[in-house]
């Protein structure tokens, strides 16, 4: 059996590791076409990558196809209803808290993007390197006493509020779905949230319900000069608005680590508008990507294929 692998290629020791000569690991170059190759002939499919869509069609033509498992919570480059007609399973990390509440990654990555936008890091550090030393063009925003504002206060949402303790911010957030509620958050509904933080973080799965969660007339409550920070999904925020709001200056700043339709985002017009603009910090979608991080999530997707393939 073929076991297709898109991913770093450091951790394949980590797939052999469970898989053992139960399989034939290829790992396959991150582009459609060769992952279009190599599913023809694969039984399993492991990616840690996100950089290529499943399709429809790559599904389609993918006879011995029984099993795709994602590194990560969320799979939404994946066509899980072409998945679904084949009978083919699809599994990911979602669920899985005792594994994920060892992961701070992305959680630190968010916080970084904060602070980073917080005191203009890159602008910052640009000026520098072009010959200038002038820290009046850079005042930073200093985080003790100001309010953090959390949409989704699940295992990120959580690292999150320890992180803003810490700092000595205040702390609220919006959650529906949450009942054990930390005793340092205070719990608003979202609207309250946009108009009262001066830092916003998004922490939510993509699902039908978050899609657009904030729309333009959301991003038009934040309070003026607030930071949002995006490290959960492009879908879930108005993006169109969001350009409106960091170039009327409404919002202070925007620190991202997920664009819609990424990975190509060559003509996105958010990365646009920060080539000319310091307001605005985009990373490649790398909050989750630490190797330690990798190598345990890789480790134990083959540990799901393994178990399925073994069981039907």
């Known amino acids: 059996m073929i076991l297709a692998y898109l991913g770093p290629s450091d951790h394949v020791s980590a797939i052999a590791d469970v ?4 399989f034939d690991i ?23 990558s996100m950089r290529v869509r499943l399709t429809r069609e790559m599904i389609e033509a993918a006879p011995a196809l029984r099993i795709v498992a994602a590194a990560t919570t969320g799979a939404d480059h994946i066509d899980s209803q072409a998945l679904h007609d084949r009978g083919i399973r699809l599994v990911t990390l ?87 509620w930390p005793a340092v958050v205070a719990r608003v509904e979202l609207d309250e949230l946009l108009e009262t933080s001066d830092f916003v973080t998004v922490h939510v799965h993509l699902t039908n319900e978050t899609r657009g969660l904030l729309d333009a007339r959301r991003i038009r409550l934040m309070k003026p000069g607030a ?6 999904r492009g879908d879930i925020i108005d993006e169109t608005a969001l350009v409106e709001a960091l170039r009327a200056g409404r919002i202070g700043g925007a620190g991202l680590d997920v664009l819609t339709g990424e990975p190509e985002v060559v003509n996105h017009p958010l990365r646009i508008y920060a080539l000319e603009h310091d307001n605005l910090l985009i990373t490649p979608h790398i909050g989750g990507f630490s190797p330690d991080a990798v ?15 073994e069981s039907h």
């Open 295 to 309: 190598r345990t999530v890789v480790r134990f997707s083959a540990e799901q294929i393994v178990r399925y393939l």
């Open 94 to 180: 979602r669920g899985h808290h005792e594994l994920l509440n060892q992961l701070t990654p992305a959680a630190e990555h968010s916080w970084l993007l904060l602070m980073a936008c917080a005191r203009r890091l890159p602008a910052a550090r640009q000026a520098v390197l072009g010959g200038k030393w002038d820290r009046n063009e850079f005042p930073g925003i200093m985080l003790r006493g100001r309010t953090l504002g959390i949409v989704g206060l699940g295992r990120i949402g959580r690292w999150m509020a320890r992180y803003a303790e810490a700092f000595g911010m205040k702390c609220q957030a919006t959650d529906p779905y949450t009942t054990d």
């Open 227 to 232: 930071i949002l920070v995006n490290t959960s």
């Open 19 to 22: 898989t053992g000569n139960a």
């Open 26 to 48: 290829r790992c396959v170059h991150p582009n459609p076409g060769a992952v279009a190759d190599i599913l023809r002939s694969a039984t399993a499919f492991l990616d840690a």
